[in-house]
C-alpha cells in the first residue's frame, strides 16, 4: 500500500525565515513519483515539482529546493526567505503509474507573518 | 497558457437531489481524473479516464458516475446528494509523454458543492 506521511500539521514563521516542510513516504513500488502542490488560501492545487524515484538529483527553483532520499524515503521541501504570499497549504504526494490516483498527505498548513 | 476549466464554480443542491460537474481538461490533454476535498482534508481520489475508457477507481460512491466524452471532456454525475457530499471537487488533467511511465497532474480551480 502507498502512503504519504507529513507530519507538521501547522508551521507559523515570520517572513524571511527559512522553512522545511517534511514529507516521508511508503510503497512496495520500485517505481514511483513523488510531487508537492500548493493550495493557497483561493482553494487552487496548483503543481510545484515532480521527482521519479530513479533520479535523487536534488532541485533549486528561485526560493523553492527539493530534497530526495530514497534512503530515508523522504522528500521535503525548503522555502528560503519565506514571504507572506507562501502561505498556503502544501501537499505532498505519490502515485507509480500514469492514469493512476495521486496519494495525498495532509497537508502542511504554512503560515508567513510579516 | 490554458488551463482546465470547470463548471460551474459553486452549486448549491438540496439533499436527494442530483448534479453534474462538467471538466474540460488542457488541450491535447488526453486523460482526466477526478478528486474530492473535504473541509480541512487532503484531495481524494475518486476515478480517472485514459481515451475514454476508465483508468483508475477509488473511493467513488455508487451514486456518483462519471465519463470521458469524445472531446476529452469529462462530467461527473451525482445523484441522491447527501450532507457529506459537501466538498471541493477538483478536475485534473494530464499527458502522457512518450517513454515516461507518468505523468504530472494539473489541477482545475473546483466546484465547490453544498448540499443543504
Known amino acids: 500500500a502507498q502512503k504519504v506521511t507529513q507530519a507538521q500539521t501547522e508551521i507559523s514563521v515570520v517572513e524571511k525565515e527559512d522553512v522545511t516542510l517534511d514529507c516521508v513516504y511508503e510503497t512496495r513500488d520500485t517505481t514511483y513519483y513523488l510531487f508537492w502542490y500548493k493550495q493557497p488560501p483561493s482553494g487552487e492545487l496548483v503543481f510545484l515539482i515532480r521527482r521519479n524515484s530513479f533520479d535523487e538529483q536534488n532541485e533549486i527553483s528561485g526560493r523553492y529546493s527539493w530534497n530526495f532520499q530514497k534512503s530515508t524515503s523522504s522528500f521535503n521541501f525548503t522555502i528560503t526567505a519565506s514571504q507572506v504570499v507562501d502561505s498556503a497549504v502544501y501537499f505532498c504526494a505519490l502515485t507509480h503509474q500514469a492514469g493512476t490516483a495521486l496519494i495525498f498527505g495532509k497537508g502542511t498548513t504554512l503560515s508567513v507573518s510579516s | 497558457a490554458a488551463g482546465v476549466i470547470q463548471s460551474p464554480r459553486h452549486l448549491i443542491k438540496e439533499k436527494r437531489e442530483t448534479a453534474t460537474l462538467k471538466c474540460y481538461p488542457i488541450p491535447r490533454h488526453d486523460t482526466v481524473y477526478w478528486y474530492q476535498q473535504g473541509p480541512g482534508q487532503d484531495p481524494q481520489f475518486l476515478i480517472s479516464?485514459?481515451?475514454?475508457?476508465?483508468?483508475d477507481k477509488g473511493s467513488i460512491p455508487d451514486r456518483f458516475s462519471a465519463q470521458q466524452f469524445s472531446d476529452y471532456h469529462s462530467e461527473l454525475n451525482m445523484s441522491s446528494l447527501e450532507l457529506g457530499d459537501s466538498a471541493l471537487y477538483f478536475c485534473?488533467?494530464?499527458?502522457?509523454?512518450?517513454?515516461?511511465?507518468?505523468?504530472?497532474?494539473?489541477f482545475g480551480p473546483g466546484t465547490r458543492l453544498t448540499v443543504l
Open positions: 485534473a488533467s494530464s499527458w502522457l509523454d512518450r517513454g515516461q511511465i507518468t505523468d504530472t497532474q494539473y
Open positions: 479516464f485514459y481515451e475514454k475508457m476508465q483508468s
